[in-house]
C-alpha cells in the first residue's frame, strides 16, 4: 500500500499570501495524484488530478505540479473561502486508492 | 447538474448490518466506475470500494473484504453498500464519489454523506 505523507500538517497564512502544500508518496505514483478541498460539514471537492490537472470550475490560482514521489499544491494568491483542509490521493497502485492525511489551511 | 445523494446511515449494534445506498442523477450513470469512500471522525479518507461500469468488477480495501459488498442497478441509476458484521471501526461519515473518463480513482463528484455509527 502506497502511504501519502503531506506537509505541514498545519499552514497558517493571511489572505492574499501564497501557499503551498506537500504531498510525499512512499513509491512512485507516476504522475496519478489529485487534490482534493474539504470544508468543515462537506464533502471534499477535486480541484487537481493527474499532478497539474485543474478540474472542472476551479480557478486558476490552483496549481499542482510534480511526478514520482514528490508533489506540490500552489495557491496563488488565498481568497477566503480557501481556508481549509486539503488532501492528496493516490491512483497508481490500487487497490487501494489512498489519502495523505491532510494540511489544514488556516487563517492566520 | 451531477448529484449523488446517499442514504441508509444510522446507529448499528457491533455485529450487525447496514445498507448504504447512493441515487445518482445529471450524467450516464452505467458508463462510469463508482466509489465509496469514508471518513472516520477527524481522520483522513478512506477509499472503500468500487465498481466497474456494468457491475462485472468489484474492489475492496482489505479492512472490509468479506464483510461489505458493493452493487449497482444500473437501471434505477443507484449504487449500493452492503455492510455486515460491523465494527466500531466501520463508525464514519459514508461518501459516495463518481469516477471519470480517466480512470476510477479520480473521485470528480461527491455526494453529502451518510453518517454511520457502530456502537452498543
Known amino acids: 500500500e502506497i502511504v501519502l505523507t503531506q506537509s505541514p500538517g498545519t499552514l497558517s497564512l493571511s489572505p492574499g499570501e501564497r501557499a503551498t502544500l506537500s504531498c510525499r508518496a512512499s513509491?512512485?505514483?507516476?504522475?496519478?495524484l489529485a487534490w482534493y478541498q474539504q470544508k468543515p460539514g462537506q464533502a471534499p471537492r477535486l480541484l487537481i488530478y493527474d499532478a497539474s490537472n485543474r478540474a472542472t470550475g476551479i480557478p486558476a490560482r490552483f496549481s499542482g505540479s510534480g511526478s514520482g514521489t514528490d508533489f506540490t499544491l500552489t495557491i496563488s494568491s488565498l481568497e477566503p473561502e480557501d481556508f481549509a483542509v486539503y488532501y492528496c490521493q493516490q491512483r497508481s497502485n490500487w487497490p487501494p486508492y489512498t489519502f495523505g492525511q491532510g494540511t489544514e489551511l488556516e487563517i492566520k | 447538474e451531477v448529484q449523488l445523494v446517499e442514504s441508509g446511515g444510522g446507529l448499528v449494534q457491533p455485529g450487525g448490518s447496514l445498507r448504504l445506498s447512493c441515487a445518482a442523477s445529471?450524467?450516464?450513470?452505467?458508463?462510469?466506475?463508482m466509489n465509496w469512500v469514508r471518513q472516520a471522525p477527524g481522520m483522513r479518507l478512506e477509499w472503500v470500494a468500487n465498481?466497474?461500469?456494468?457491475?462485472?468488477?468489484?474492489r475492496y480495501v482489505d479492512s472490509v473484504k468479506g464483510r461489505f459488498t458493493i452493487s449497482r442497478d444500473n437501471a434505477k441509476n443507484s449504487l449500493y453498500l452492503q455492510m455486515n458484521s460491523l465494527r466500531v471501526e466501520d463508525t464514519a461519515v459514508y461518501y459516495c464519489?463518481?469516477?471519470?473518463?480517466?480512470?476510477?480513482?479520480?473521485?470528480?463528484?461527491w455526494g453529502q454523506g451518510t453518517v454511520v455509527t457502530v456502537s452498543s
Open positions: 465498481i466497474k461500469e456494468d457491475g462485472s468488477q468489484e
Open positions: 464519489a463518481k469516477g471519470t473518463s480517466r480512470g476510477a480513482g479520480i473521485f470528480e463528484y
Open positions: 513509491q512512485s505514483v507516476s504522475s496519478y
Open positions: 445529471g450524467f450516464t450513470f452505467s458508463t462510469y466506475w
